[in-house]
């Protein structure tokens, strides 16, 4: 009896130790290794029983139910092996990635992932989308429905906003949509709809974008409610309907396409009915965009697009999501080139199809103009152009170089005559280095220009076939010295001073401008006079009647110093150059191939950036004349950048004698984390009056915003406001489009 009481109590023991496990002392791998998504789920507690005769697993005290980065935890958990459902009790949260469910109590399926929780509550973290209801279903693995819920982003159990909706299906990388949608702002009913769509995505989706509510002289109140249409991962649309006050109805659109390789297509559109009384041109419009596509490694084609209705749309219509000036900033971000701006009267199309090859380039290329005002002068259509650049082809064992560059246009204007163009250019180069840092260069080219004249005009050039020979002439010797400030053999940190002393000389014959087509260039009126007297510097284009000597230095003070992982950088600290020049002529040609008159000694002009600290750049040219004149012409900039706070400010003054006096301030400041205000003021001291001044405020709190704007313009003032909802209306804000990897090349 004792052998057999010993047993039974050993039997005993081993069974409880079967029944009840500690979960300090194992983790349990359930479902006897079935997979379900791929990986086991594991169980954790404090205790946990099994029950072999109903196939049910108990747990208790901390309880968490894993699976890859799906988590489950809660105070008491009931699961039924066999059908793999869960019931949940006590502070019950499901952890999926970044997104949270929670609620007192509830049911789920492991095996489908279906479920629901009471008093629950679910947090998508990346779009900060949160929804509360008495219970929540999960009714897949990335679906959820629910009654009676509140939807918002913000945190607080009180939000600022919220919708209450009677129904809601919510769906994973995708959207929200609700029935009986009731708007609250701090607790108070303020907007009904019955149905509405809500984003829960993180890159691009369709939807209405920030409303703008604004008041402009020109057009009284706007109202725009732009809707944006995510067509495709690399394409997507904006459709604009504007009210106008004092106008009528404004519609828009915009289109967006990108392609691999640099492709890209950005198209807008506007037109506008004009109601307002006196208007010439009742039908408004204006059409606008670019495109690049790259045919292949070697040659790309690039489109500029730009015709408008009438002379004042740009200046009547430059605000809000349709403006020229944030259209045209959008298309420098993307395109790296801008349309002309709102002043310009003479709109340009274009269109380039350059080709780059291991001998140089060619470029076949179309400039279209669309004449605004009829009292400017009128630039000739290049339909079409050819052009050709060939690098520098080394001559025989001699330091020379031979190149050649050339060119065909086909000049067209309405109104007066038209012809053709053809020039050839080449140029040979002769390099030395006759002395240690003492470099020679000089160039010799010959222009000769073919024109054909299809169309005379009434005044101008007689002959059918015309020939124009031309030389120009460059030669320089410069210097190059540098010493080493703080150098050590042991400290990677030290300074390097450059010194860069040079003198050219050029010379372009003078010819008569009267007796050739004037096709190209076209004088704006105002060259002849703000380009006095300064000298010829490297990288000017003069037609001819030059005969110069420029004469110079530049300095330059680097900094070469570790970072704190080892990697040496060098940054410019100063630089600065002085040049000046004689002239052996009393005149020369201006851009319309006319003579103006200037002194034998140029300007003398001094250029100068300073990097004094890290977000801080300082940058001047001063123009001085040695005559009576004194200072006759100053640009000066101060620019600040703080990239990691978002502080920025410009600071600029451009003084050209007689003809500008000005003072241009641009900033944006991050006052507090909520606080953003910017300021845009131009002012000229010639007539004293206030060319523009903007001013912005922009308050941001964790779930809400508002932004106000205010605008003077000559002859206009703009208000403007607008409502950030952040999850929501800001999520719909137009990302960077990007390519699908399966439209890459392999």
């Known amino acids: 009896m004792r052998i057999r009481r010993s047993t039974l109590t050993l039997a005993l023991l081993v069974?409880?130790?079967?029944?009840?496990?500690?979960?300090?002392?194992?983790?349990?791998?359930?479902?006897?290794?079935?997979?379900?998504?791929?990986?086991?789920?594991?169980?954790?507690?404090?205790?946990?029983?099994?029950?072999?005769?109903?196939?049910?697993?108990?747990?208790?005290?901390?309880?968490?139910?894993?699976?890859?980065?799906?988590?489950?935890?809660?105070?008491?958990?009931?699961?039924?092996?066999?059908?793999?459902?869960?019931?949940?009790?006590?502070?019950?949260?499901?952890?999926?990635?970044?997104d949270v469910l929670s609620g007192k109590e509830g049911v789920v399926n492991l095996a489908t992932q279906a479920g629901e929780l009471k008093e629950a509550r679910l947090f998508l973290k990346r779009n900060h989308f949160h929804l509360a209801a008495g219970v929540i279903r999960k009714t897949g693995e990335k679906t959820y429905y629910a009654e009676e819920a509140r939807v918002t982003t913000c945190d607080a159990d009180r939000p600022a906003w919220s919708f209450e909706v009677r129904r809601v299906t919510v769906q994973l990388e995708g959207y929200a949509a609700t029935r009986g949608n009731v708007l609250r702002l701090a607790g108070v009913p303020v907007l009904y709809s019955p149905v509405a769509v809500l984003p829960v995505l993180t890159e691009r989706q369709s939807g209405l974008l920030q409303p703008f509510l604004g008041r402009q002289r020109r057009a009284g109140w706007v109202v725009e409610v732009p809707f944006y249409w995510a067509m495709s991962q690399n394409a997507d649309a904006t459709f604009y309907q504007n009210y106008l006050s004092e106008r009528g109805y404004q519609q828009g659109l915009e289109v967006r396409w990108r392609g691999y390789g640099g492709a890209a297509l950005t198209l807008q559109g506007a037109y506008l009915s004009d109601g307002r009384e006196g208007v010439k041109t009742p039908h408004r419009y204006w059409l606008a965009g670019m495109a690049t596509y790259p045919l292949s490694e070697r040659l790309e084609a690039r489109l500029t697009l730009d015709r408008v209705s009438d002379f004042n749309y740009l200046r009547d219509f430059n605000y809000g999501h349709l403006g020229l000036s944030g259209f045209s900033r959008d298309l420098g971000a993307d395109f790296g080139r801008n349309l002309e701006g709102q002043e310009v009267q003479n709109r340009v199309s274009t269109g380039l199809l350059a080709g780059s090859l291991p001998w140089g380039s060619l470029s076949a290329y179309a400039r279209y103009y669309q004449i605004l005002d009829q009292n400017l002068p009128r630039p000739y259509h290049r339909l079409p152009g050819l052009?050709?650049?060939?690098?520098?082809?080394?001559?025989?064992?001699?330091?020379?170089?031979?190149?050649?560059?050339?060119?065909?246009?086909?000049?067209?204007?309405?109104?007066?005559?038209?012809?053709?163009?053809?020039?050839?250019?080449?140029?040979?180069?002769?390099?030395?280095?006759?002395?240690?840092?003492?470099?020679?260069?000089?160039?010799?080219?010959?222009?000769?220009?073919?024109?054909?004249?299809?169309?005379?005009?009434?005044?101008?050039?007689?002959?059918?076939h015309l020939l124009r020979t031309l030389y120009d002439v460059k030669l320089s010797l410069a210097g190059l010295v540098y010493r080493d400030?703080?150098?050590?053999?042991?400290?990677?940190?030290?300074?390097?001073?450059?010194?860069?002393?040079?003198?050219?000389?050029?010379?372009?014959?003078?010819?008569?401008?009267?007796?050739?087509?004037?096709?190209?260039?076209?004088?704006?009126?105002?060259?002849?006079?703000?380009?006095?007297?300064?000298?010829?510097?490297?990288?000017?284009?003069?037609?001819?009647?030059?005969?110069?000597?420029?004469?110079?230095?530049?300095?330059?003070?680097?900094?070469?110093?570790?970072?704190?992982?080892?990697?040496?950088?060098?940054?410019?600290?100063?630089?600065?150059?002085?040049?000046?020049?004689?002239?052996?002529?009393?005149?020369?040609?201006?851009?319309?191939?006319?003579?103006?008159?200037?002194?034998?000694?140029?300007?003398?002009?001094?250029?100068?950036?300073?990097?004094?600290?890290?977000?801080?750049?300082?940058?001047?040219?001063?123009?001085?004349?040695?005559?009576?004149?004194?200072?006759?012409?100053?640009?000066?900039k101060l620019v600040f950048f703080d990239q990691n706070r978002q502080n920025y400010l410009n600071v600029g003054y451009l003084y050209l004698k007689e003809f500008a006096n000005q003072i241009n301030v641009a900033t944006h400041l991050s006052l507090l984390p909520s606080v953003q205000v910017s300021l845009k003021a131009s002012h000229t001291f010639l007539t004293g009056k206030k060319l523009e001044k903007s001013y912005g405020v922009v308050l941001r709190r964790q779930c809400w915003g508002l932004a106000f704007s205010y605008a003077t313009l000559p002859g206009d003032q703009r208000v403007g406001f607008s409502i950030i909802l952040p999850g929501l209306l800001e999520k719909f804000q137009k990302a960077p489009i990007q390519v699908p990897e399966e439209l890459k090349p392999h």
């Open 485 to 636: 400030y703080g150098r050590s053999e042991t400290g990677a940190s030290y300074y390097r001073h450059f010194l860069r002393p040079e003198l050219t000389y050029w010379n372009m014959p003078r010819y008569q401008a009267r007796r050739y087509p004037d096709f190209d260039p076209f004088d704006q009126g105002w060259v002849v006079n703000v380009t006095r007297n300064l000298p010829v510097r490297e990288g000017d284009a003069p037609l001819g009647g030059v005969n110069a000597l420029t004469y110079g230095f530049s300095s330059t003070l680097l900094r070469r110093h570790q970072n704190p992982q080892g990697q040496v950088r060098v940054e410019d600290i100063l630089w600065f150059r002085l040049t000046h020049g004689v002239f052996f002529t009393s005149s020369s040609m201006g851009m319309d191939g006319t003579d103006f008159k200037h002194h034998r000694f140029a300007d003398f002009l001094a250029e100068s950036e300073v990097y004094p600290l890290r977000h801080l750049a300082l940058g001047f040219t001063v123009g001085f004349s040695p005559y009576s004149e004194g200072f006759n012409r100053a640009n000066v």
């Open 15 to 98: 069974m409880a130790a079967l029944v009840a496990v500690p979960a300090a002392a194992q983790e349990l791998e359930l479902f006897g290794g079935q997979r379900f998504q791929g990986l086991p789920w594991r169980l954790r507690a404090e205790k946990v029983s099994y029950d072999a005769a109903r196939r049910l697993y108990v747990a208790e005290g901390r309880v968490e139910l894993s699976q890859g980065d799906r988590r489950l935890t809660a105070q008491r958990l009931e699961l039924e092996e066999q059908t793999k459902v869960a019931r949940l009790f006590g502070e019950v949260v499901l952890v999926s990635g970044e």
């Open 387 to 464: 052009a050709l650049d060939t690098i520098r082809f080394p001559v025989g064992p001699w330091p020379l170089f031979l190149g050649l560059q050339g060119s065909y246009t086909h000049f067209y204007q309405e109104r007066t005559q038209t012809g053709q163009k053809l020039e050839l250019r080449p140029t040979l180069w002769w390099q030395a280095q006759p002395l240690p840092g003492v470099f020679w260069n000089s160039q010799v080219g010959l222009r000769e220009t073919f024109f054909r004249l299809d169309r005379h005009a009434p005044d101008g050039v007689t002959g059918e």
